[in-house]
């Protein structure tokens, strides 16, 4: 449940003001992927992820590949690129479930960094539309 409704109302227009930066990280993401760059993987998504929301590396490497972006921004603290991204992975012949994966891209593209990884639906008061539009930004912190 959101805790601060009025902040995170402005938040989620924050979020739909980098709408237009989309592309560039798509492009981007599918080049790094044409080179062949093998991502480097926080200790937080690679074993407490994998374990809590039971999403493999092999799960991680589809959902990149096959994902798409649906929000860049710039990490300060590294002043690299982050990028989220959404894919559908298939859990059975009928079913999807969706991921989300939190990477980071040099501005080069010759890096990756994935920060985390889960499914957005163990969060469903942030996301909306399909796990594509965040509508909370506090998630029970001070903003």
């Given amino acids: 449940m959101c ?26 993401l599918d080049r790094w992927i ?7 993987i ?12 039971a999403i493999s590396f092999g799960d991680i490497k589809i959902a990149v590949e096959n994902g798409q972006v649906i929000h860049r921004d710039l990490d300060t603290k590294t002043n690299q690129e982050h990028s ?10 009928k079913k999807w ?3 989300h ?3 980071l891209l040099s501005e080069d593209g010759t890096d990756a960094f994935i920060k985390t990884v889960y499914d957005p639906r163990s969060y469903d008061w942030i996301w909306a539309d399909h796990d594509t539009r965040r509508v909370c930004g506090c998630n029970g912190k001070n903003l």
């Avoid at 805790?3 to 981007?28: F, Y």
């Fill in 42 to 53: 926080s200790h937080h998504a690679r074993d407490a992820r994998q374990l809590e929301h």
């Fill in 84 to 93: 989220l991204v959404l894919a559908w992975l298939r859990t059975s012949p």
């Fill in 3 to 28: 805790e601060k409704p009025t902040a995170c109302a402005v938040r989620a227009m924050q979020w739909v003001q980098t709408d237009s930066w989309l592309d560039i990280a798509q492009d981007r």
């Fill in 34 to 40: 044409e080179q062949g760059i093998q991502p480097r």
């Fill in 101 to 103: 994966v939190s990477l």
């Fill in 97 to 99: 479930r969706p991921v």
